[in-house]
């Protein structure tokens, strides 16, 4: 195994999928003379022609629908989206075409698509720039939704996206390109709906995903110092929901967390709070609690913005708070 | 001139060939005739969209449709359906909501889907299928077919954004040879009740494609003939250059925009009255006389046929049974027996 970026570790899935397989091609905003918004796709141009990475105006509509309709005909389109930002202009696309058509058509025929992009904040990119779509999209039946934060997650859920027959949304953690892991070579799939266990612990259940998945591993270091163990669960995969590693862990430590970046009603730790207490409500010593992000457009400011997203320090207090600990 | 152009594509069409469609536009117009009824009848439940007054349309351009080829409509799509051969029980089973339906009774009428024909689907938001259209025709060109797709969509749907995105990435593609699409637009003057006019302070629906570089032409909608002259020239072209083309089909909707809507306040009387002298059936039945292709007793005939075949749909839809409970959970998501969402 090597060390890699999440930017490389998305850049090598790519790249070995469109080596294996032909009908796999890249569409995308600036995807390819430019080489890519955040660079993922630098290089692959001149690697595979201009058939194959498609460097596309700014018609999200357009051509988030034109890959829903390659995909329809056997291709596996991946299509880029600059940030999930711009994605509204498709959602159309994705929600009323790529979801539904296998259904409605009776299962004449499915949709083998890949959308990925940024998601999220934290760089100062303000109101219209910052969002996290994973609950938006996990609403609907018929979408895939995917949010990894390891390089290695990141490689073994791309490729697996990549060869799913259904729709997938795959939300990067923007602000994570830069960071390093562990990589396997080569073939490395990783299932969807498995949730992965970042951290053990007994005395507490912080159930995140994405970028907040470190957040809540620095908190769990932070607990671990006053002899409280976090365990730390990554749901790596929005749609399918892994509730049985979650059910599994709350039946151990009896107490959960769970930590959102997006605003915190109708969000992904909400579903979570509902799930823990059909399914475990016996087990628990405390009312499930949830650190979100703050009801408010995204400000600018960095004071503001540090402001809007879950930090260490909240979830440390709350985790203490569910222990009914002194804060 | 008109005239000229009229002989012109008459020489080149063989009478028997017209009757064989003649054929096809009554039972399409049979068809409609017996899904209002039965949406009268409480039979049929949602939206019903009929397609009366522009059978020359489908007609002329789907007869010419390849095997390699695809074609993909919005929600007025009974007529693309039946003429690329889709059986009309199935296709009125659909409209029933039975198991016995085209698509097992899981999308209605607006959504009929025959893959193994080419029809890639009827689509229910306007404009949203146009984009899958070009991406269809970018994949027949990346595979190596030599393919073109039949893009139908309204002259509402030229209004709508999804509609000029793919456009302007049809043209762009089609600039390496790589967008075999011939965008069909069906003017049939109204988008529910609003008129080209109210619509659009450009109504020339064909010259729109030229600021996406993307050449047109406009066809009588209402002809039969003059239908199957377009669409035999463009399609080989477009089959041959790769290039998006369009065609503006000028026709007119004589049905209501759908089958619950039983005033019109939007167009008169005599309007409609007006258009239904240029009825394509009606104007086809002349010529078929005029050529002495077939006779009064013939042309009778032939819609007793038609009839007899959706009466017989009717009733196999009516007799059909529901789709079955374990449906429900069936083809949500690809390669998966056992959706984890079934409660
Ligand atoms: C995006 C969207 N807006 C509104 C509607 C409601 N609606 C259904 S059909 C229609 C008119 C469309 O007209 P046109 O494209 O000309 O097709 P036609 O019905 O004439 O065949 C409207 C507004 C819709 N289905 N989708
Ligand atoms: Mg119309």
């Given at each position: 195994m090597a060390e890699k970026t999440y930017r490389e570790a998305l850049k090598e899935a790519m790249t070995e999928e469109m080596e294996r397989d032909e009908s796999v091609l890249l569409l995308g905003e600036d995807i390819g003379v430019y080489g890519g918004t955040h660079l993922i796709t630098d290089g692959l141009l001149d690697m595979f022609g201009k058939k194959r990475v498609i460097d596309t105006p700014i018609s999200e509509a357009g051509f988030t629908g034109a890959a829903i309709g390659m995909a329809m005909m056997g291709l596996r389109p991946v299509v880029e989206m600059?940030?999930?930002?711009?994605?509204f202009i498709a959602a159309d696309q994705i929600i009323q075409n790529a979801a539904k058509v296998r259904y409605f058509s009776g299962g004449q025929v499915q949709v083998p698509l890949v959308i990925r992009g940024p998601n999220g904040g934290g760089v100062q990119l303000s109101a219209q720039h910052t969002h996290s779509l994973e609950s938006f999209y996990g609403h609907f039946p018929g979408l895939k939704v995917v949010a990894p934060v390891t390089p290695a997650d990141v490689k073994g859920m791309m490729i697996s996206s990549i060869r799913d027959p259904n729709p997938v949304i795959f939300l990067e953690a923007g602000a994570l390109y830069g960071t390093r892991g562990e990589v396997p070579e080569g073939e490395h799939t990783v299932p969807f709906g498995k949730a992965r266990v970042a951290r053990e612990g007994s005395d507490v259940t912080l159930v995140a995903y994405g970028r907040q998945v470190l957040l809540c591993e620095r908190a769990a270091e932070r607990l671990a110092e006053d002899g409280i163990e976090a365990e730390v669960i990554d749901l790596r995969s929005i749609r399918p929901l892994d509730e049985e590693t979650v059910i599994e862990s709350v039946r151990k430590t009896h107490r959960a967390v769970s930590v959102q970046e997006q605003w915190r009603y109708y969000g992904v730790s909400s579903e979570i709070a509902a799930i823990i207490q059909e399914k475990a409500f016996d087990y628990l010593d405390a009312p499930v609690e949830r650190v979100s992000g703050a009801e408010v457009p995204a400000p600018y400011a960095r004071n503001l913005e540090l402001m809007c997203f879950p930090s260490e320090e909240q979830v440390v207090e709350v985790a203490r708070r569910v222990l009914y600990q002194e804060v | 001139m008109a005239d000229e152009k009229q002989t012109e594509v008459s020489a080149a069409v063989d009478p028997e060939r017209l009757v064989r469609l003649y054929r096809e536009m009554v039972l399409v117009r049979e068809f409609e005739e017996a899904s209002q009824r039965s949406f009268r009848q409480g039979k049929i439940g949602g939206y019903l969209h009929v397609y009366t007054g522009q059978e020359a349309v489908a007609a002329g351009f789907l007869s010419q449709k390849k095997e390699e080829d695809k074609v993909i409509t919005a929600y007025r799509d009974h007529a693309h359906a039946l003429m690329l051969g889709a059986d009309p029980k199935e296709a009125m089973a659909e409209l029933f909501g039975k198991r016995t339906g085209m698509v097992k009774g899981k999308g209605g009428s607006m959504h009929l889907f025959d893959v193994d024909r080419g029809l890639m689907g009827g689509y229910g938001?306007?404009?949203?299928h146009v984009p899958l259209g070009v991406g269809i025709a970018y994949a027949l060109r990346y595979r190596g077919s030599d393919g073109i797709c039949q893009l139908y969509l309204g002259d509402g749907a030229v209004q709508t954004g999804a509609f000029h995105e793919a456009a302007n990435l049809a043209g762009l593609w089609g600039r390496d040879g790589m967008c075999p699409v011939v965008f069909i637009v069906e003017n049939n003057q109204y988008a529910m009740g609003t008129s080209v006019e109210r619509s659009t302070a450009n109504p020339d629906f064909a010259g729109k494609f030229e600021a996406y570089g993307i050449e047109s032409e406009k066809v009588d909608g209402m002809s039969l003939e003059a239908v199957l002259e377009a669409g035999g020239r463009v399609f080989e072209e477009v089959r041959e250059s790769g290039k998006a083309y369009a065609i503006e089909a000028i026709t007119y909707r004589i049905a209501p925009h759908g089958a619950a809507d039983f005033f019109e306040k939007y167009r008169t009387k005599e309007e409609v009255r007006e258009w239904r002298q240029k009825d394509p059936i009606g104007l086809l039945e002349q010529r078929l006389l005029d050529l002495d292709a077939v006779d009064e007793e013939k042309l009778q005939e032939i819609k007793d046929e038609a009839k007899r075949t959706i009466e017989e749909a009717v009733r196999f839809a009516d007799e059909s049974e529901e789709p079955p409970p374990e449906e429900l959970y069936t083809d949500v998501y690809a390669g998966e027996d056992e959706y984890l969402g079934k409660e």
């Open positions: 600059m940030t999930w930002n711009f994605s | 938001i306007v404009g949203g």
